[in-house]
């Protein structure tokens, strides 16, 4: 058996990518066009800004040698500094939900650290499930401060890929099919992750929507589908949210390796966004140097395996080989100062430079309740029929079944693993809830590559639910937590895609046993995402999605279970009743074939599709239960200015619990020369009311919310007509309709 050493070692080396291990120069791939309409940024004289001048003269005084040093790793999570002159080196940390575990500069040190723990936050789609941006901003908040108080200057986070597949092994890691959703909930965490002083690292920039074949697919997608579906997240998280640094994915989009790519860094990042801090490569995502000078990589980072124990980082795309060409004048270093140059700008941003960023604190119970509240708004009640839940004084024994229950569940797995001080499982959480209540617990079903129904385990879960008021079944999906085996029983975990969305371990056969035996069955289940819930969806009255909700989840879940908390998450995503429904799946266009992925189904994912063509999701986009119900009424749409119109009406709560809602406003323009999909997403707010309270929500939207991306122009154009605005509690349950000619 593995020692936890060894697992960790494991872990590591598996997730890290291995890193280049020759520079090298071929021929840079054909460039895309930029768009007409792109502006190039004007590059002016020496900067006038103070820090530029500071900058100015830090480089001066540099070797060739030093800057080439600063544009690579110098260890698997660290870039190169000069002591000489004062510049330290970027300490970077994965992840999205909490810091990694610290294993130091090399491999070795692993063993040092394997005791250490921080927080860890509920995963991307569960904070992306709440709605509400300011618990986003309070998780990017304490994530920061964590990364700040371990010494970190960079955490490689959020994810925020597109989630066009449900197959995909990091949708847990991300945020939603949805590029309004993914924008607002990405600036609120980045400005959180920001305000402690470090860096936020937005990733995996762009079409990283699948783990099959990621380190060399090639991505196909028209002009339309990129601008309205996949950049937008990446933009408002650079414009609006200010991110520090980004991360290139590791697949090609349109021919060229992401991470050097002319189009998407060079044109539209550097140039169109303005961005002006640093493009860090994914770990060994560098695939030629002419490429990556030329284009905008700014870091080269990645895990020099093929050298243990001596790692030569000098040897990267981005070392030895650049000092050459600018030696040879094959290269202008001018072009390797610029990197620099960002480089230090972020230093001096993030007080790196004169040591005066503010410490931050790690496993502090301020940061476990933030999880906890993500955990308790992320959680999504997909049905309660028969009112089973909140359970209430009369439940007296519970039968808790299923292998999800009772253990370390509460994270997805692969680099954005932490090792957590604590975790307070789903059957913890219970048993923690309420003493009155008597609990048996029943495995139900082993997690193994390949098991299949287990006859004994099934008929002691379901004599343990006969002989319980209540029954509530933990499952779904798993994310190979044992790191000796984590591929083996890895459905939502980097560098794997699920092979499909059948419950595996034969839960639909579990399930369908423990209701016959006590109908008042509920159905909890973990995982990033759907699964096909077609052989017993009709015969539970109650289900939740639980995603992966952090070392808190089991106390949010038993806090909803026994009303302490009214659920309000809402889901991120469609939940598709079968696979072959997905649009990438009908169409055939996913995983591609190995060398392609060409993604025709456009900027019709997840309910622009559905809705748009008429084909009923299990579980709408935007939909989630309560134990309370709202209404709305007085709908007024009215113009504000030159493309913009005001939304206005009323929520009130109808029910007799307090509780919260989020109100969705969806635009479709009726006439448009281009297809345009059903409805899409344009605003929302998430309010809290107390019985029989309402309150008026005034949004505005502006241009953006009715423009689409011209391929003929190449540029946003809002062709005047009418614009019908549809109110509701999810995609599907429009309440409010109004329209406007503009
Ligand atoms: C992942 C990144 C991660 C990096 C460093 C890569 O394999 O794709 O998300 O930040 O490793 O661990």
């Given at each position: 058996m593995m020692t936890n050493l060894r697992k960790c070692a494991f872990l590591l080396i598996s997730l890290a990518a291995v890193g280049p291990i020759m520079a090298q120069q071929s021929t840079p791939a054909q460039q895309p066009k930029p768009p007409e309409g792109s502006k190039p940024m004007a590059i002016k004289g020496?900067?006038?800004d103070p820090t530029e001048l500071k900058i100015d003269q830090l480089i001066k005084k540099m070797t060739l040698a030093e800057k080439v040093d600063m544009?690579?790793?110098?260890?698997s999570f660290t870039s190169g500094g000069i002591p000489r002159l004062g510049i330290p080196e970027l300490t970077m940390s994965d992840g999205p939900h909490g810091v990694r575990l610290e294993h130091g500069?090399?491999?070795?040190e692993t063993l040092v650290h394997v005791f250490d723990s921080a927080t860890y936050f509920p995963t991307g789609v569960c904070l992306a499930a709440t709605w509400n941006p300011q618990l986003g901003y309070q998780q990017g908040s304490a994530l920061g401060s964590e990364s700040n108080a371990r010494g970190?200057?960079?955490?490689?986070?959020?994810g925020i890929n597109?989630?066009?597949?449900?197959?995909?092994?990091?949708n847990f890691e991300y945020m939603s099919e949805d590029p309004y959703l993914v924008s607002r909930m990405v600036v609120g965490e980045i400005k959180g992750m920001q305000s402690q002083g470090i860096s936020a690292c937005v990733k995996h920039?762009?079409?990283?929507?699948?783990?099959?074949?990621?380190?060399h697919i090639d991505v196909e997608m028209s002009e339309r589908a990129l601008r309205e579906i996949y950049l937008p997240g990446f933009k408002a998280a650079i414009t609006?949210?200010?991110?520090?640094t980004i991360m290139g994915a590791y697949n090609k989009f349109r021919g060229q390796f992401c991470t050097e790519n002319a189009y998407l860094i060079?044109?539209?990042?550097?140039?169109?966004?303005g961005f002006k801090g640093i493009v860090i490569s994914d770990?060994?995502?560098?695939?030629?140097t002419m490429e990556a000078l030329e284009n905008g990589t700014d870091l080269e980072m990645g895990t020099?395996?093929?050298?243990?124990p001596n790692p030569d980082?000098?040897?990267?795309?981005?070392?030895?080989t650049v000092m050459t060409l600018v030696r040879d004048g094959a290269v202008s270093e001018a072009l390797v100062d610029d990197k620099v140059r960002r480089i230090l700008r972020i230093m001096f941003k993030t007080h790196m430079m004169d040591h005066s960023r503010a410490k931050g604190a790690f496993d502090t119970k301020a940061h476990q309740m933030v999880a906890r509240k993500v955990a308790e708004e992320g959680i999504v009640l997909l049905k309660n029929t028969?009112?089973?839940?909140?359970?209430?004084?009369?439940?007296r024994r519970i039968a808790v079944i299923g292998a999800n229950a009772d253990r370390p569940n509460a994270q997805g797995g692969g680099s954005s693993q932490v090792r957590s001080l604590y975790e307070v499982t789903p059957l913890q959480g219970l048993k923690n809830a309420n003493s009155n209540v008597e609990i048996t617990y029943a495995q139900g079903y082993t997690i193994a590559r390949?098991?299949?129904?287990?006859k004994a385990l099934i008929a002691q879960a379901a004599q343990a639910a006969a002989q319980a008021d209540v029954a509530i079944i933990v499952g779904g999906w798993t994310h190979g937590y044992d790191y000796a085996v984590w591929k083996d029983n890895a459905?939502?975990?980097?560098?794997v895609d699920k092979p499909d969305m059948n419950m595996p371990f034969g839960q639909d056969e579990l399930i369908k046993a423990v209701v016959k035996a006590n109908p008042k069955t509920i159905v909890v289940l973990m995982g990033g995402g759907p699964i096909d819930?077609?052989?017993w969806e009709n015969t539970v009255p109650s289900i939740l999605q639980a995603w992966?909700?952090?070392?808190?989840g089991g106390t949010a879940l038993a806090n909803i279970l026994y009303g302490k908390v009214n659920p309000s998450g809402k889901l991120p995503m469609s939940f598709p009743?079968?696979?072959?429904?997905?649009p990438a799946h009908k169409l055939g266009e996913?995983?591609?074939d190995d060398t392609t992925v060409r993604y025709n189904d456009g900027i019709y994912v997840g309910y622009r599709y559905y809705d748009t063509y008429k084909v009923a999701p299990l579980f709408p986009f935007g939909y989630g239960l309560s134990y309370t119900t709202f209404g709305y009424s007085n709908l007024s749409v009215t113009p504000a200015g030159p493309g913009k119109v005001t939304v206005r009406f009323t929520v009130r709560n109808t029910g007799t619990r307090p509780g919260a809602e989020v109100a969705q406003v969806y635009v479709h323009e009726a006439k448009c020369s281009v297809d345009r999909p059903e409805k899409e997403l344009k605003s929302f707010e998430k309010v809290y009311l107390e019985p029989g309270a309402s309150k008026t929500i005034t949004l505005t939207l502006n241009k953006d919310a009715f423009q689409y991306y011209s391929e003929a122009k190449r540029q946003w154009v809002m062709e005047p007509g009418r614009f019908d605005f549809l109110v509701g509690s999810s995609s599907r349950d429009i309440r409010l309709t109004g329209n406007l000619e503009l």
């Open positions: 020496a900067p006038k544009i690579h790793a110098s260890s500069r090399g491999w070795d970190k200057d960079v955490q490689l986070g959020p597109i989630i066009r597949t449900p197959l995909n092994g990091r920039y762009l079409a990283n929507n699948q783990e099959i074949g990621r380190s609006e949210g200010g991110a520090n060079d044109t539209i990042l550097k140039k169109e966004w770990w060994g995502a560098v695939h030629n020099d395996l093929s050298m243990l980082y000098h040897k990267f795309f981005l070392g030895d028969q009112n089973l839940l909140p359970l209430n004084n009369n439940v390949g098991a299949q129904a287990d459905y939502d975990a980097e560098d819930m077609t052989q992966y909700p952090g070392l808190e009743v079968k696979l072959e429904d997905v996913y995983p591609g």
